[in-house]
């Protein structure tokens, strides 16, 4: 890594911390998803030297909805709202000892939070770095949106245990993305210490949240496809596999006993208990037998995506719409960069291969292009978390984007590149005939041209999609040292969004 780009990481994790200490200063008390749950969970452990046990009652369904929509004011005690205390106990273990030497002080847990999520910012760019070599600008990109996302901003500055789930699940990926891009390891010591080390993140993550046991199926497909690369013989497999699973389970196994002992089998997660005590919480199917199934996937798709981006309070404070489009433009361009980018190499393999031969000249060969394995992992990391997110939503109405964020790292990076081939020139112009296309659409909507209702011109999501065709165009057209600036600009326009959301919607 040059001077020049541990510098610009540098400079994005100074700027992480001061947003984040921002976000935990200027953030109303308890007005953060779930945090007086977790903030009670920290002061059962501290004050009583005793993990705390999931009852009937722990989830005051009206007093939690009249204490919200109060504002959580000081005559309305927060210790009544209890329904976190089935979770596993690594983080409210971490955060005790900050609650005793501060007094129980909201703000000093904050900021133990910011603190952790600074590593899931390192991470994000070592993972970056493994997964897209020689690509720096793509690596630090990558860190760059994880750390100045306004909604995890927002979610690594609150007390609750996401952003040690988040940071555990990172320090799995760059494990894994290590392995299968680094080829088979010589050493017999390093054989066994490795897969110890990758053992005893995985019984960290299986005592800290449920939502990162992906990492679990994870693991064992990255390493069976480095055994199958390897050709490794079935005594390293045993002794690889044994070594990974002997200190999970030993982290784990003690947990999951207490909880059959406190709720009885086959509890060992206590989420059956969750699911008994949750009295008043809407339900999927209740939700679409009242509002019909198109309503659900509007709301799904529309809410998911905007809280991904930053919907803070208990989900009721939003943003000003220009700035999801804004920004929902931005993630979209990546992916229509790679599908044009797909469209026009198979366009040009189809031109090579109508030209005829010349003679003398050999045909070039077919050479397949391998998938990168790294890539091929975080995208399955990013379908899992899908999967879960989808699962979990078949019960319980919980459209909220934040329970994405253990795929915020894959996606970063998945965004990082894509933004990179997006600027190219071919790509680049492709992409402004799109967002003429999609401008005009819009235009003949607003108008009512033909069958269309008349609604109206929407000019900022017009105004903004030329801005979009005009400055890809430029880009396009720009050399390439200036054309690095144009890949930098929304990166750096992140920390501006987040400070607005900040002052302007959060903190009033």
């Known amino acids: 890594m040059s001077q020049a780009q541990r510098l610009v990481l540098v400079l994005i994790l100074v700027a992480y911390l001061a947003l984040g200490a921002l976000f935990a200063v200027q953030t109303p ?14 002061r059962y452990l501290a004050e009583n030297g005793a993990f705390p046990v999931l009852h009937m009652g722990d989830y005051p369904h009206a007093y939690l909805e009249e204490i919200k929509a109060a504002g959580f004011p000081p005559d309305l005690p927060i210790t009544p709202i209890r329904y976190e205390s089935h979770q596993p106990p690594l983080y409210y273990a971490l955060a005790a000892p900050v609650y005793s030497l501060t007094g129980g002080s909201l703000l000093a ?41 306004p909604q995890h901003l927002a979610t690594a500055s609150q007390v609750g245990n996401d952003v040690l789930a988040e940071l555990l699940l990172a320090a799995v990926l760059f494990y894994l ?73 030993l982290v784990a196994l003690p947990w999951y006993a207490r909880n059959l002992y406190v709720y009885g089998w086959p509890d060992f997660l ?73 469209g026009l190499r198979g366009r040009r393999g189809a ?69 990179e081939r997006a600027l190219t020139p071919t790509v680049a112009r492709a992409l402004v005939v799109i967002a003429l296309a999609w401008a005009a659409v819009m235009a003949a909507w607003g108008l009512g041209i033909g069958a269309l209702p008349a609604t109206g011109a929407p000019k900022w999501p017009l105004a903004l999609t030329f801005a979009l065709a005009v400055g890809l165009a430029t880009a396009s057209a720009l050399p390439l040292r200036w054309r690095r600036w144009a890949y930098v600009l929304p990166f750096a326009l992140l920390p501006g969004v987040a400070l607005y959301a900040l002052f302007a919607a959060i903190a009033p």
């Open 109 to 149: 847990l904050r900021l133990f939070s910011v603190a952790l999520g600074a590593g899931i910012v390192l991470l994000a760019f070592g993972i970056a770095r493994r997964a897209l070599p020689g690509r720096p600008a793509a690596a630090l990109g990558a860190a760059a949106f994880v750390a100045f996302l």
């Open 270 to 342: 206590g989420l059956i208990r969750h699911d008994q005590i949750v009295i008043g919480q809407t339900r999927t199917a209740q939700f679409i037998a009242e509002n019909g199934p198109a309503t659900y996937w509007r709301r799904a798709i529309e809410w998911t995506f905007k809280s991904f981006v930053g919907v803070f309070g208990w989900m009721g404070v939003w943003l000003d719409t220009r700035v999801y489009y804004f920004l929902g433009l931005w993630l979209g361009v990546p992916l229509a960069a790679s599908a044009a980018a797909l």
């Open 177 to 249: 993305t290590g392995r299968v891009t680094a080829g088979s390891v010589s050493s017999a010591a390093g054989l066994l210490r490795r897969p110890i080390f990758l053992g005893i993140l995985l019984g960290l993550i299986l005592i800290t949240k449920t939502t990162a046991y992906i990492a679990l199926p994870l693991a064992a497909g990255a390493l069976a496809w480095c055994w199958a690369q390897e050709r490794a013989p079935l005594r390293r497999i045993v002794a690889e596999g044994l070594a990974a699973l002997a200190p999970a389970a």
């Open 351 to 419: 031109r090579h291969a109508r030209q005829p031969r010349t003679a003398g000249r050999a045909a070039a060969p077919d050479t397949p292009t391998r998938p990168n394995a790294a890539a091929v992992l975080l995208a399955a990391s990013a379908l899992l978390t899908l999967l879960t997110y989808i699962y979990y939503n078949l019960t319980f109405l919980q459209h909220q984007g934040r329970y994405l964020f253990t795929a915020l790292i894959p996606i970063a990076v998945f965004l990082a590149a894509w933004w």
């Open 29 to 42: 008390a308890w007005q953060a998803p779930d945090e007086p749950a977790h903030y009670n969970y920290v």
